[in-house]
């Protein structure tokens, strides 16, 4: 890519039709993806909450403001031709706004979820991508985590075509095992476009061989088939952006029988695989691996397929010493086999949804998430205004779509175990609308958050950084329900019910230390059957 960063936004180039950014030809090479702080543009900053800029919501002093244009130019392949042309971008920080061709495609912000854009009308067969990324934007007040406050393209781009005339937009797979008979019951939620036929194809189980590979070439058991017709389902008309189409859902209830359950011991997955049809004629094609688990609070206790779970968890920032927020797959990899023999069974996406494929592979190497929105307006302890966001009801609509986003993009994943509504952010009414909408919309994990204390947005008691001796305190309803400051957030007063499972989302903080009475923890955690272990803090140091 061509890239050059503009100190001021006063400077920023003109867009040419056709030949994007002004200039660009004189600017300098840049790997993408990479923070570009990292690759000696702009400045790192590392804040622990303070926010590095003046806090006015949602105000961003244009003086400390900078940004980055990127260009870059792609050929698409003739057999596209009368297809559907979406453009992705896997996460930009902060935000961006993006043209094709010289024409204006769209803005997008939240630097840890994807951006896609349906972009037919702008392509060509030789296409210039020009876009021009913000160090801050008003969705920085929502980005006050305790890490390197970093910018630039920082994920994959990805461009894939569909099916003009028809395609599977979304689909949904919840499965409910019963350890008892080892059957599944699986049920499928699937959003097409038109009347036409959709095949489903469940076929495994399958694991990852001594390499750390499946076997492409192994036939799997189909364990499962059959053909709908979609149009038999209820249908809509769906406004999406400047997209008017047609939608049509279908959903099939089945039983897969002696089904292999997954767990991060023995991760099993099956392979999903959709089958759009015209008749006999393919128009659309989806698969993923999905796996077979029920997860339920029982008497006080998080349960997967009737075991009750002990995490021992990290909380991990996507982080790399010279790529920045980049993380290869190679650096994935080598994480998860670390923690996998250092005997760790989840890990917390501190603070923010990571990359895709990241679930992916903790769903083959056998590990739990707990997905936590990129939510966290810490610097506002400092200006004595801890509650301003969440309790702003012109801000709902940012809350929500940082947490619904996630959730959509990750709830057919085996490994997320537990939604979290994010961190640090105080507890208002917009924690609430999330916790309700969950709730409505994927009642199939619980949900958690530290900063409400025993309220009821929260599943799970899930304090921070408490002593061996307050955490066996939190057995107790009274004490799970006690308004406090004790662990350094002003909890509420809690909601008076049943015991909930305690999973401490952040403990034996070990930021240049070595994990000082860890014993005293665990044999605390193994004493009482509601203690359920939690996450170090945390996985390595983010060093330059």
Known sequence: WRFKLFPSLQDLPHVH?????????????????????????????????????????????????????YQTSFSIPSSWSGRRIIMCFEGVASSFHCWLNGEFVGYSQDSFLPAEFDVTRFVSYESVLSVQVYRFCDGSY??????????????????????????????????????STRSARVTLDERGEEELSLEIILQGPNRLDEDGQFDLKRSDPVVYSK????????????????????????????????????????PELYTLIL??????????VEATRVGMRTIQIKDGVLQVNDVPVEVRGVNRHEH??????????????????????LNMNAVRTSHYPNCILFYKLCDAYGLWVCDEANIETHGLVAENSEERLTQDASWEEAFMQRLTRMVIRDRNRPCVLVWSLGNESSYG?????????????????????????GAASTDIICPM?????????????????????????????????????VIMCEYAHAMNNSLGNFDEFWETIRSERVLQGGFIWDWTDQGM
């Open 320 to 341: 790399d010493d010279r790529k920045g927020k980049y993380c290869s797959r190679e650096l994935m990899v080598e994480d998860l086999k670390l923690m996998k023999q």
């Open 465 to 501: 950084y408490p002593s061996p001796q307050q955490l066996a305190r939190l057995t107790r309803l009274e004490e799970q329900n006690r308004r406090s400051t004790e662990l350094g957030h002003r909890w509420p007063q809690g909601t008076a019910r049943g015991l909930r499972p």
């Open 275 to 284: 089958v759009l049809r015209r008749k006999d004629e393919v128009v659309d």
């Open 142 to 179: 929502m980005e006050s985590q305790d890490m390197w406050l970093l910018s630039g393209i920082q994920r994959d781009v990805v461009v894939y075509s569909k099916s003009q005339e028809a395609c599977v937009w979304d689909y949904f797979l919840l499965s409910d095992f019963d350890p």
């Open 429 to 453: 009414r917009n924690h609430i609308a999330m916790a309700a909408w969950l709730r409505e919309h994927e009642r199939s994990r619980p949900v958690q958050y530290e900063g409400c204390g």
């Open 227 to 266: 053909r709908l017709e979609v149009g038999n389902g209820s249908k809509e008309i769906v406004c999406e952006g400047n997209l008017l189409f047609s939608s049509s859902s279908c959903k099939e209830v089945f039983h897969v029988e002696n089904a292999s359950p997954w767990s991060p011991e023995s």
């Open 17 to 69: 039709k056709s030949s994007g950014f002004d200039g660009s030809d004189s600017w300098v090479d840049i790997a993408v993806p990479c923070s570009v702080e990292f690759a000696g543009h702009g400045q790192p900053l590392y804040t622990n909450f303070i926010y590095p800029f003046h806090c006015d919501p949602p105000k961003i002093p244009r003086s400390i403001n900078y940004a980055s244009c």
